[in-house]
């Protein structure tokens, strides 16, 4: 009799990993919005900083609003 554990561990190493897309199906690097409008060019700004630089420029973003809000 097989337990539910082993069962869980054969389905996590039988599933395929789904397929990357083929060359033609990525965006071009110079493209700077997709086709639903989203600025591509703030997701790879974003995506170039470290972890530490992201949190930093959140926290910005955060006390920005914060001073807007006490403002009104």
């Known amino acids: 009799m097989r337990s539910a ?3 869980a561990e054969r389905d996590m190493t039988t599933t395929a990993l ?3 897309p083929s060359r033609k199906a990525r965006l071009p690097a110079d493209r700077t919005h997709s086709e639903d409008g989203v600025d591509l060019t703030l997701i790879r700004w974003m995506l170039s900083l470290t972890p530490a630089e992201r949190l930093q420029v959140l926290q910005y973003n955060i006390a920005a609003i914060m001073k807007l809000r006490n403002q009104c």
């Open 5 to 7: 554990g082993n069962e």
């Open 18 to 20: 789904p397929k990357k």
